[in-house]
């Protein structure tokens, strides 16, 4: 994994890069950047729908890169009539909607049929404005990526695209009564991977993914670990205080689920470790609060209450509580009131939940897949699981139950722990990659009118 550290810079302590025998004034940064986000709207809020952590990835890194002087538009799909074509998120940071089908009741998978009408929609944006308006064009997701594809080709600008999540290895780690993701996917990842200049990789492990499943160049890939709010996510007035405000008993031992509800994040894990728990002590139940925050996501649409009916077999809904999606600012409440944040996931590329909750204090517990094993700390700011064998959580979640100190130690180092990941590191690391992939792209086109 070497290769990637060095391009890039996967660690924090990463230089910045350096281009040797470069064209003077070539290495600028770009001055604007279109970033693609067709089917999740920054503007949606996390945990409802298809939106989670690439809204919050695509916002927050956004507002770091406008911060560093490089202006932003974002492309997405216009879900409402209500809002204005353009709307500006934050200074040198606007939000353009694009109309692409129906705007409600369309589905992730009815998506592709609509990128022909968004392409059309951002191609008339960019024909309203002076010729190289855009220095680059950044997608994310693998429908994003194709719309990306065609502009980037029509502008003579560079393409960088983010997978965030790849349907191979989705597919590789399938939850029980998930739905795989369909072959046009993975045939639409394959050309992308392709076409684009650069590949963001949240992680080393990510990357080697790209190379392994999608024969992608190790050399175009860097990798860039997102970043979390350490403004937003913090420990500020303790758990007491958060518990005080979500009305939540003081002493009470509370595992928290944060996100969307679907199998693929195997929140039923939890619940089924829940009932072991209680199986083995039964006088938890007295003190026990498991909240779940998230809405219905993906296959888990297909049966909505699903998570209630299993909450109901099990014998738990007593200390099961289900909560609706939550604005950032209360979702930070909710991780500070937690003992402990339970990410059970099959597949995830980073896991920003896990980041979050250890900023504010709250250690994990979560699978050890994807880009968690980056984002916790085993041992120290929380603990690692292989698989999803509801008696191991059980038995880590009862360390935590029988012992608050290990709650506030692994809290403190959570904490310290997550102070690595801000979003302005983030962004310098994109910027880099940006300045990269702009340097190659002039060097081909010079060469190629050599």
């Given at each position: ?28 940064k770009?001055?604007?950047i ?11 809020q ?44 934050a ?20 998506l ?40 980037a ?24 009564g ?7 996917r ?50 500020a ?9 979500l009305?939540?008993?003081?002493d ?27 199986d083995?002590?039964?006088?938890l139940?007295?003190?026990m ?43 930070a ?12 996931s099959?597949?995830?590329?980073f ?28 041992g ?6 292989p698989?999803?064998?509801p ?46 992939a ?13």
């Amino acid at each position: 994994m070497s290769q990637y550290v060095s391009r890039l810079g996967s660690n924090r302590m990463a230089p910045r890069l350096r281009f040797p025998g470069a064209f003077p004034g070539s290495h600028r940064k770009p001055r604007r950047i279109a970033m693609l986000s067709v089917h999740t709207s920054p503007l949606h809020q996390p945990g409802t729908g298809d939106a989670g952590g690439m809204n919050v990835y695509i916002v927050e890194l956004a507002k770091r890169l406008a911060a560093i002087n490089i202006e932003v538009e974002i492309f997405t799909r216009a879900t409402t009539g209500a809002l204005p074509p353009a709307v500006e998120l934050a200074p040198g940071v606007l939000v353009r909607h694009v109309d692409a089908g129906p705007y409600e009741g369309l589905a992730k998978e009815d998506l592709p049929a609509q990128l022909c009408a968004f392409t059309h929609g951002v191609m008339q944006a960019w024909a309203g404005q002076r010729p190289g308006y855009y220095d680059l064009v950044h997608s994310h997701y693998w429908l994003s990526g194709h719309v990306g594809w065609l502009a980037a080709e029509r502008w003579g600008v560079p393409l960088v695209h983010a997978m965030h999540t790849m349907a191979k290895v989705k597919n590789a780690a399938l939850a029980e009564g998930d739905t795989p993701e369909p072959a046009a996917r993975v045939i639409g990842e394959t050309q992308i991977v392709s076409a684009a200049d650069r590949l963001i990789a949240n992680t080393a492990g990510e990357a080697d993914e790209l190379v392994r499943f999608y024969e992608a160049d190790a050399a175009a890939v860097a990798v860039v670990h997102p970043g979390v709010n350490l403004e937003r996510f913090r420990p500020a007035d303790g758990r007491a205080a958060a518990r005080a405000r979500l009305g939540l008993p003081q002493d009470a031992f509370v595992p928290l689920f944060a996100g969307r509800i679907q199998p693929l994040k195997a929140p039923d894990v939890l619940l089924r470790a829940v009932a072991v728990l209680l199986d083995r002590d039964p006088s938890l139940r007295s003190r026990m609060v498991v909240p779940v925050v998230g809405g219905p996501s993906g296959s888990g649409l297909a049966k909505p209450e699903g998570l209630q009916k299993l909450a109901a077999r099990l014998g738990i809904t007593d200390v099961v509580r289900f909560h609706p999606p939550v604005g950032q600012d209360q979702l930070a409440d909710w991780f500070r009131a937690a003992s402990v944040l339970v990410m059970p996931s099959y597949s995830e590329s980073f896991g920003l939940v896990a980041i979050e909750a250890q900023a504010a204090g709250t250690p994990v517990v979560a699978a050890a897949v994807g880009g968690l094993p980056v984002a916790v700390r085993d041992g120290a700011s929380g603990f690692l699981i292989p698989g999803h064998d509801p008696q191991a959580y059980a038995q880590q979640l009862a360390r935590f139950a029988e012992s608050p100190e290990l709650v506030t130690r692994m809290g403190a180092t959570a904490a310290a722990h997550a102070q690595g990941f801000g979003w302005g590191t983030a962004a310098s690391a994109t910027a880099d990659v940006y300045t990269a992939a702009l340097h190659e792209h002039r060097r081909r086109v010079r060469v190629h009118h050599g």
